[in-house]
């Protein structure tokens, strides 16, 4: 599936430029589709890929099949899918310009191929090039207990730009399901490609209950 992307026509769009979502195996694609979701609802286009063991992975957790949320989100009409296998799409060069990019969930195989430049895959050579062209890139590791392999491959990645942000919840808000923390990671994600200058309201620390 591959819709060209056009130039947003919503109101209050902040830019033309997509932000790229890299979809890769490692477990929380609840958490993909909540970034995806979040980044349309701000008016913002998308152009995602996602591996093949993200798919296997898709079908395990989520009660959607992935080509159904690849209808649902190309309703927007600001969403465009191109196959993880191909390094002719517009993403996996530098002079197309993008937002940057989040790889969500990301997995450690991806976490280590990206911070040593095996860009073998359309999900590793477009974090790539945000790294080359110094564009915001957000890492959303998921994997327990983190071996001193991943740590020195994510911490490989934070000294190339990148920004890690582990899925943490935030119990200091008392979130109470597992929906709440998808989406406050979600919109941690935005934060941190600087779509948004802070959290809302309700997802935001303002000192000790009374």
């Not at 609802?41 to 798919?55: C, E, I, L, M």
């Not at 195989?109 to 895959?121: P, Q, S, Y």
């Not at 945000?130 to 983190?146: A, D, M």
């Amino acid at each position: 599936m591959g819709v060209t992307l056009q130039p947003s026509t919503m109101p209050n769009a902040p830019s033309e430029k997509p932000v790229v979502v890299g979809i890769t195996g490692a477990s929380g694609s609840a958490l993909a589709d909540a970034v995806i979701g979040r980044l349309l609802a701000s008016d913002v286009p998308v152009v995602t890929t996602a591996s093949s063991a993200a798919r296997m992975v898709w079908r395990e957790e989520m009660d959607e099949s992935f080509g159904s949320a690849l209808e649902r989100w190309d309703a927007t009409g600001a969403f465009t899918f191109h196959q993880v296998g191909d390094l002719r799409a517009p993403i996996a060069s530098g002079t197309y310009p993008t937002l940057g990019m989040v790889i969500v969930p990301c997995s450690m195989a991806t976490a280590a191929a990206v911070a040593h430049g095996l860009a073998d895959n359309l999900v590793r050579r477009a974090a790539d090039v945000c790294i080359k062209e110094r564009r915001p890139l957000v890492v959303v590791p998921r994997e327990s207990p983190l071996s001193a392999i991943h740590l020195r491959n994510l911490t490989e990645l934070a000294q190339l730009g990148a920004t890690i942000l582990p899925p943490e919840p935030a119990f200091y808000l008392r979130q109470r399901t597992i929906d709440d923390m998808v989406q406050f990671v979600a919109q941690r994600v935005l934060t941190a490609l600087g779509l948004t200058d802070a959290l809302p309201a309700n997802m935001r620390y303002e000192g000790p209950r009374t």
